[in-house]
């Protein structure tokens, strides 16, 4: 069975992801921002931003009785997440059927810009 504090411990150690808050139906991670972070252009890059809002979008999902796995993912960049020193990313569960679970995502700069959304789709699976 998965243990969601220590899914979320090895989270943090190994992406840097902290959760400021999980809750039925609800994730709130930060990410502060590094150089490893950023494209050519020293904007936080697009992979970086989708792996926060997937990262959350699952801690969000398995933190619910039922488990399971990205099965769809799509996100809109909405401006450039540059000159910030952090992202927070909040991911709501927002439809829980029998197989698939739907997972909206917002991801905002250290001035409460929205830089990007997302929509996640999660498969439940046997665990």
């Given at each position: 069975m ?6 979320v411990?090895?989270?943090?150690r190994h992406?840097?992801?902290h959760?400021l ?16 972070h ?6 936080v890059?697009?992979?970086c ?7 959350t ?7 619910q ?19 910030t ?14 197989k ?6 917002e ?21």
């Open positions: 998965i243990d969601i504090k220590e899914a411990e090895n989270i943090r992406t840097g992801i959760f808050k999980i809750e039925k139906m609800y994730a709130e991670s930060e990410l502060f921002i590094k150089q490893e950023l494209n050519m252009f020293q904007m890059g697009g992979g931003l989708y792996n926060l809002a997937d990262i979008a699952g801690v969000a999902y398995n933190n009785v039922d488990k399971g796995v990205t099965a769809n993912g799509t996100i809109d960049y909405l401006r450039a997440a540059k000159d020193e952090k992202l927070i990313c909040k991911a709501t569960i927002i439809k829980k059927g029998a698939l679970g739907f997972v909206q995502t991801i905002e700069d250290d001035k409460g810009k929205l830089v990007a959304k997302g929509n996640f789709i999660f498969c439940k699976i046997d665990a």
